[in-house]
């Protein structure tokens, strides 16, 4: 007589967590609708108090796809996009310096493709509902588990999954770094011309193909400290530019979205460097000693939580 109470528990039970699951789903979606919805459309890129303006248009999968996004103010820089080689074309070195910049942030592919391990560090909320570019989208937020991280807010578009807009905000709730679409095609042009750059220096930022292991490659974590959710993606010992016999660890984390790097080096004699600084909107780095270490880390985290983050690290590198 009681089993029937018990199974509609059980049942009650399941269904949220279905309904959790389908979100992370629809997540997923949307991080592969950013890297890979054909479209043609203009789209604002404001943070620090500056605007830029980049048109965009892609088309294709997998290896033949097709992408270039063009800035139509600001310096004259392209970022052309052939299945996994990325590339940057401007006229001017100095242009070609702002293009390397502006790759940092490919809207709309913010979104890591492995999303497996992203709800151990953040929630993701319904938020309600918008328009942008006359599309009526869906809003999402990601939202960290702790205040050492930024919160991710995107508005979707239903059908595709595509994101819209994608806005950064700060522990306060603060825009620190946005994204949106002015106008926008959900179908890419079919001529190759549109594809191709139009200037002759190129910086090629990815090769096509798999990835290597750099090398010198470590598998050894040697860092303790780190906020909850980050573990190591890469560590490699590098040698410093035009400084013989002195070298690097470079260490990259990730905690499913957020991208950090760790440079540790050895402490010059009597030197204790401590400071923090903006990058590229919200990617920061800090600076700061420890022990016989000089450590630097750069990511896309809270300028204070980043100086917050070095004083936490214990570092015990193998010779």
């Known amino acids: 007589m009681?089993?029937?109470?018990?199974i509609s528990l059980m049942?009650?039970?399941?269904?949220?967590?279905?309904h959790a699951e389908d979100d992370w789903q629809?997540?997923?979606?949307?991080?592969?609708?950013?890297?890979?919805?054909?479209?043609?459309?203009?789209?604002l890129h404001q943070m620090n108090g500056t605007l830029e303006t980049f048109h965009i248009v892609r088309e294709g999968q997998g290896?033949?796809?097709?992408?270039?996004?063009?800035?139509?103010?600001?310096p004259s820089r392209e970022i052309v996009r052939k299945g996994n080689e990325l590339a940057c074309f401007a006229p001017d070195k100095k242009a070609l310096n702002a293009a390397k910049i502006s790759a940092m942030r490919l809207f709309p592919a913010l979104l890591p493709e492995d999303m497996s391990e992203i709800n151990q560090s953040y929630s993701l909320k319904h938020?309600?509902?918008?328009?942008?570019?006359?599309?009526?989208?869906n809003l999402l937020e990601l939202r960290p588990k702790d205040r050492q991280r930024y919160s991710l807010r995107m508005c979707v578009e239903p059908l595709t999954s595509l994101p819209l807009k994608m806005v950064t905000l700060s522990?306060?709730?603060?825009?620190?770094?946005?994204f949106t679409f002015t106008d926008i095609d959900l179908t890419g042009p079919k001529d190759k011309r549109a594809y191709r750059p139009k200037f002759a220096q190129?910086?090629?930022?990815?090769?096509?193909?798999?990835?290597?292991?750099?090398?010198?490659?470590?598998v050894d974590n040697d860092v303790s400290g780190l906020p909850n959710g980050f573990h190591l993606l890469r560590s490699v010992q590098r040698s410093l530019p035009g400084q013989a016999g002195k070298s690097v660890r470079h260490m990259v984390y990730s905690d499913g979205l957020v991208m950090l790097s760790l440079f540790v080096e050895t402490q010059p004699e009597g030197a204790r460097l401590e400071r923090s600084s903006n990058l590229h909107g919200a990617i920061n780095m800090a600076t700061g000693p420890q022990g016989s270490y000089q450590l630097t880390a750069v990511g896309d985290m809270p300028e204070p939580a980043m100086m917050g983050l070095l004083k936490g690290l214990?570092?015990?590198l193998k010779p």
Do not use: H, W
């Open 202 to 218: 190129k910086f090629l930022l990815r090769s096509g193909g798999a990835s290597m292991p750099p090398a010198g490659a470590q």
């Open 127 to 137: 938020v309600g509902s918008d328009r942008v570019a006359q599309r009526d989208c």
């Open 26 to 43: 629809l997540l997923r979606n949307v991080a592969a609708a950013g890297r890979q919805q054909a479209l043609n459309g203009t789209y």
């Open 314 to 316: 214990k570092v015990s």
């Open 11 to 18: 049942v009650v039970a399941a269904a949220p967590a279905a």
């Open 63 to 74: 290896d033949a796809m097709r992408e270039k996004r063009t800035s139509l103010d600001g």
């Open 171 to 178: 522990p306060k709730g603060e825009a620190v770094e946005q």
């Open 2 to 6: 009681r089993v029937i109470p018990l």
